[in-house]
Each structure stands twice: as structure tokens, then as C-alpha cells.
């Protein structure tokens, strides 16, 4: 079966320090990757996507960026935090037109 | 372009009352629909998906929703609320394989009271 993994759970940075939030999902290849924030008490918003190694798509202009160096690997970062980064980041994966599957999420505070 | 539309950013229902949470689409073909909840601090889990079979689906946890193409919509039911149903609900519609081609609604936030 499919499994999507995020780490850190949490994490509190201080502004202006780097990022490197890592998604790796299990039993499934070459799936579409996404990442989104939830700001508190907000929806989802779409940062990136990609459709396979090395493409990705963003949505958002923002300090953060995204990369695919493996197939079940997708890695969000930034070089310089701002206050505004803080958030609920969640990871997805997908295949075909079905269903995102979600993984437990990051909660980022930048302090 | 697809997008969706949810009534009511809040709702709140007694225990035991019915659910109703609403959720209207557009889309240019014909689409695929899904409700997930989200409890907090987790992340999305899905309850029920529309994929052009049957138009009434049910889900995980008593859930239901209908699929009405007249009125573009997919609202979630459940006869009973329970306290355990507190959390934030998302509709979102998908119409083809593209990556970006995936859009949730803003989320309604599931209240039950005592």
C-alpha cells in the first residue's frame, strides 16, 4: 500500500534562517506531487507541483521554492524565512485523475 | 477552468441534528468530486469521492453526498451529527490528469454542540 511521509512535524525558525522541509511517499511511482500552506484559520493554497522528476510548477510567487531529485522525493525550501512563511504545510501525492492522498503535515513557526 | 464554491464557512448543528455542508462546481466536462475532513493539526483524509458512477456515494463515518449535475453540486450529508464530527470539511473537484487541475473549495469549519 501507499504511504506519504513528512518530517519535521514541527519546527520554530527564527526569520531570516534556511528551510528544507522533505515528502517521500512509498508504493507508488511517478506520481504528481503537490505542496500547500494552510495559514491559520485559512484553506489550502497551492505552492508547487510537479509531474515528474526535476518539473515543477509553482503557483504562488513567494521566497520558497520546490525540487523533485527523485521520483517519491519532494523537498520545499527557502533560503530566508519571513514572518509570513509561518503555517500548516501539508504534502500530496496523486495518480491519474483520482484522489490526493495527504501526508500528516508540518507546522512551521517563524518566530 | 474548474472551481468550487462552499456555503458557510462555519456551521454549527447540535448532536444528533443533521449535516448538511454545501458545495457547488463548475467544471467543462464532467468531473470528478471529492469531500475530505481535516481533524487538527492532521492532515486531509478523504470521506467520499464522485467518480461517474453512482451518483449517490457514500463515505467513511456515515457520511453521504449526492451528485447533481442539474445543479452543479456534491453537498455532504450525514443524519446524525456526532461530537467526533467537529473538524474542517473540503469539496474539491479534478478534471483531468494535470497537475494543477485539482481544485478544493475554501473549507467549511464543522461545529457540533452538546
Known amino acids: 500500500s501507499q504511504t506519504i511521509h513528512q518530517w519535521p512535524a514541527t519546527l520554530v525558525q527564527p526569520v531570516g534562517s534556511p528551510l528544507s522541509l522533505e515528502c517521500t511517499v512509498e508504493?507508488?511511482?511517478?506520481?504528481?506531487l503537490y505542496w500547500y500552506r494552510q495559514a491559520a484559520g485559512r484553506g489550502l493554497q497551492l505552492l508547487f507541483y510537479?509531474?515528474?522528476?526535476?518539473?515543477i510548477s509553482s503557483e504562488v510567487p513567494q521566497n520558497l521554492s520546490a525540487s523533485r531529485p527523485q521520483d517519491r522525493q519532494f523537498i520545499l525550501s527557502s533560503k530566508k524565512l519571513l514572518l509570513s512563511d509561518s503555517g500548516f504545510y501539508l504534502c500530496a501525492w496523486r495518480q491519474g485523475r483520482d484522489e490526493q492522498f495527504f501526508g500528516p503535515g508540518t507546522r512551521l513557526t517563524v518566530l | 477552468a474548474q472551481s468550487v464554491t462552499q456555503l458557510g464557512s462555519h456551521v454549527s448543528v447540535s448532536e444528533g441534528a443533521l449535516v448538511l455542508l454545501r458545495c457547488n462546481y463548475s467544471?467543462?466536462?464532467?468531473?470528478?468530486l471529492f469531500w475530505y475532513v481535516q481533524y487538527p493539526n492532521q492532515g486531509l483524509q478523504l470521506l467520499l469521492k464522485y467518480t461517474s458512477a453512482a451518483t449517490l456515494v457514500k463515505g467513511i463515518n456515515g457520511f453521504e453526498a449526492e451528485f447533481k449535475k442539474s445543479e452543479t453540486s456534491f453537498h455532504l450529508t450525514k443524519p446524525s451529527a456526532h461530537m467526533s464530527d467537529a473538524a474542517e470539511y473540503f469539496c474539491?473537484?479534478?478534471?483531468?490528469?494535470?497537475?494543477?487541475?485539482?481544485?478544493f473549495g475554501p473549507g467549511t469549519r464543522l461545529s457540533v454542540l452538546p
Open positions: 510537479s509531474v515528474g522528476i526535476g518539473q
Open positions: 467544471s467543462s466536462v464532467p468531473p470528478y
Open positions: 508504493g507508488t511511482s511517478n506520481p504528481n
Open positions: 474539491a473537484v479534478s478534471e483531468d490528469n494535470y497537475g494543477q487541475n485539482f481544485v
